[in-house]
């Protein structure tokens, strides 16, 4: 287990030092310090209002820090903005389904590339794309409305990917979806960390989330409590008792 305090050698990928962010009714983050390195899923879990979304905001440029800073590759990313900072490669899917439920699953993966000017690299990321999510041609040319939730969050993850994120922070990707569907999202979260993406998630169903993740990071009342790997943050006795149902020690579920 780290402190957030603890420093380490190599550059993380990402990096919140003393992140103070909130709406103008006061702060929401009070000084939030973490890094994420690259590679691996990072999940972030908390109770209801710890501010994890306004977190992921703040990582996106939607919602600009008071005090602190947010550094990707050792760039400060304060003075970007939202596009730029997808530009950078931080890529965001957000909780609620943001599918253009009118259009077709192949128009709104097609969508993920509106940064991108050049047809043909837009051609064949939709093509590479394709081959990992199937659903993107099986069902490519039905409304996105007609799908189910977790085939909606697939194609979300599809889209998000035109842009060849280095990073995708996913905010509740288990929302509304049953245990069958939440297992398969989850193992295509897991694909996408193997075939090389930094994946930063934040997930209210927090034993699902750090089973899935190789670090967590426990956020309440706008700090960060404790960081260390999925497991150990699993198995501490307190976040079990806090927020996962007591403890999960041994659970072999
Ligand atoms: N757009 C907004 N304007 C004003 N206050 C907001 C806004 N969005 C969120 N908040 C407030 O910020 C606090 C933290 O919300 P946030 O959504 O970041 O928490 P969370 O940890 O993601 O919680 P949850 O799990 O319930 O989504 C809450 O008190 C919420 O009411």
Sequence with gaps: MTSPERSVQTQPLLELRGVVAGYGGGDILKGVNFRVEGGGITCIVGPNGAGKSTLLKAI???VKPREGDILFEGRSLLNSTPRQILQAGIVQVPQNHSLFKKMTVRENVEFGAFLLKDRDLIRRRFDEIAEQFPIVIERGKEKA???SGGQQRLVE??????LDPRIVILDEPSMGLDPVTLKRVFLTVHQMSASGRTVLLVEQNAKAGLRLADHGIVLENGLVRLTGTGRQVLE????????????VVGSGQ
Excluded at 236 to 247: R, T
């Design 157 to 162: 993850f599809a889209r998000c990917l035109m």
């Design 236 to 247: 501490h006795p307190e976040i079990g008792a806090l927020y996962l149902g007591g403890a």
């Design 60 to 62: 996106s440029g939607l």
């Design 145 to 147: 409305g007609s799908l």
